[in-house]
């Protein structure tokens, strides 16, 4: 069965960071693309970042190209999403997402054959 757990969301102030952590199960990071989406109050889920760890491939989304990086641990368990010089229109429920390579399409909607944590919630105060 796979499983995603986050965790690391809370409160930060505009221009602070934070760190959250995905633990994944049931599947290897080896035939995978992990990520995270996001979620504010009256918007669509989109896409923040994600990876393929076997090649190292990343996306960015524009809003968040040079203040987010996503990595994963050396035993390929857990995925990570370090956020610094954050704005309050980060302020979402950020889910982590998996898929079979080459499906995740961290550009695209959300797709429900994606499997989806349950969801940590970020905000950022002004």
């Known amino acids: 069965e796979v499983q995603l757990v986050e965790s690391g969301g809370g409160t930060v102030l505009a221009g602070g960071s934070l760190r959250l952590s995905c633990e994944a199960s049931g599947f290897t990071f080896n035939d995978h693309s992990i990520g995270w989406f996001r979620q504010a109050p009256g918007k669509e889920r989109e896409g923040v970042a994600c990876?393929?760890?076997?090649?190292?491939?990343?996306y960015f989304d524009d809003s968040v190209k040079g203040r987010f990086t996503i990595s994963t641990d050396k035993g390929w368990k857990t995925a990570y999403l370090q956020m610094a010089n954050m704005k309050p229109e980060d302020t979402a429920v950020y889910y982590c997402?998996?898929?079979?390579?080459?499906?995740?399409?961290?550009?695209?909607?959300?797709?429900?054959?994606?499997?989806w944590g349950r969801g940590t919630r970020v905000t950022v105060s002004s």
């Open positions: 990876i393929s760890p076997a090649d190292g491939l990343e």
């Open positions: 997402t998996a898929a079979p390579i080459p499906q995740l399409d961290c550009s695209g909607r959300a797709r429900p054959s994606y499997y």
